[in-house]
Nanobody, 126 residues
Framework: VQLQASGGGLVQAGGSLRLACAAS????????AGWFRQAPGKEREFVAA????????YYTDSVKGRFTISRDNAKNTVYLHMNSLEPEDTAAYYC????????????????????WGQGTQVTVSS
């Protein structure tokens, strides 16, 4: 499966963005998905994950209550809705997908994922 992330940009603190990750090449409903981010000089870190069915989600503590991950399998797309953005959210955001037979499993480690998108830059100004 090929992943194409989009929706990044420059936003002021307190603002919102919606990232999208469009998948092609396979039936996206057969994949769990996640978002990771990498700030300059830092390691890539987990942000959010969603199960194949969309029934389960999981977030890193720093984004709980501000970010929402969702998916539309009919459109082969996973979204990351980001509200109340903070300068600390500035990073390149990457989507990832994992082929799985388990409809409700979620994955939050990089090594779990098989496919990665190219990244989209989010910059939050103070």
């Amino acid at each position: 499966v090929q992943l194409q992330a989009s929706g990044g940009g420059l936003v002021q603190a307190g603002g919102s963005l919606r990232l999208a990750c469009a998948a092609s090449g396979r039936t996206f409903g057969n994949y769990a998905a996640g978002w990771f981010r990498q700030a300059p000089g830092k390691e890539r870190e987990f942000v959010a994950a969603i199960s194949r069915s969309g029934s389960r989600t999981y977030y890193t503590d720093s984004v709980k209550g501000r970010f929402t991950i969702s998916r539309d399998n009919a459109k082969n797309t996973v979204y990351l809705h980001m509200n109340s953005l903070e300068p600390e959210d500035t990073a390149a955001y990457y989507c990832a997908a994992k082929s799985t037979l388990l409809t409700s499993n979620i994955y939050y480690t990089e090594i779990s994922y098989d496919y990665w998108g190219q990244g989209t830059q989010v910059t939050v100004s103070s």
